[in-house]
Nanobody, 121 residues
Framework: QVQLVETGGGLVQPGGSLRLSCAASGSIFSIADMGWYRQAPGKQRELVALITRAGSTNYVDSVKGRFTISRDNGKNTVYLQMNSLKPEDTAVYYC???????????????WGQGTQVTVSS
């Protein structure tokens, strides 16, 4: 099985920065796309940023120019650098990875436990 562990959430003032990390572990054959999702109370979960194994990225419009997703394939880790944070960014952030377990034919989605990001003065 594959496990994802997230770190880096917390409380920050508007305009501040946070860096989230998500490390995948277990018997992994390969990891394809990795991404970050977020969910605020009363709202649907939304895709924030996505990165392919080769490094191509996509962002939701509301975070373009402020957030940067990156990954280290050697460490099976994905990062989300969040700058110029706004109160609207407050949510639980979830790491996602499309991974193929060792000796499996198929990729499936794995999810981190979620980490709270609160932007408030």
């Amino acid at each position: 099985q594959v496990q994802l562990v997230e770190t880096g959430g917390g409380l920050v003032q508007p305009g501040g920065s946070l860096r989230l990390s998500c490390a995948a572990s277990g018997s992994i054959f390969s990891i394809a796309d990795m991404g970050w999702y977020r969910q605020a109370p009363g709202k649907q979960r939304e895709l924030v940023a996505l990165i392919t194994r080769a490094g191509s990225t996509n962002y939701v419009d509301s975070v373009k120019g402020r957030f940067t997703i990156s990954r280290d394939n050697g460490k099976n880790t994905v990062y989300l650098q969040m700058n110029s944070l706004k109160p609207e960014d407050t949510a639980v952030y979830y790491c996602n990875a499309r991974a193929r377990p060792a000796f499996s034919n198929n990729y499936r989605d794995y999810w981190g436990q979620g980490t709270q990001v609160t932007v408030s003065s």
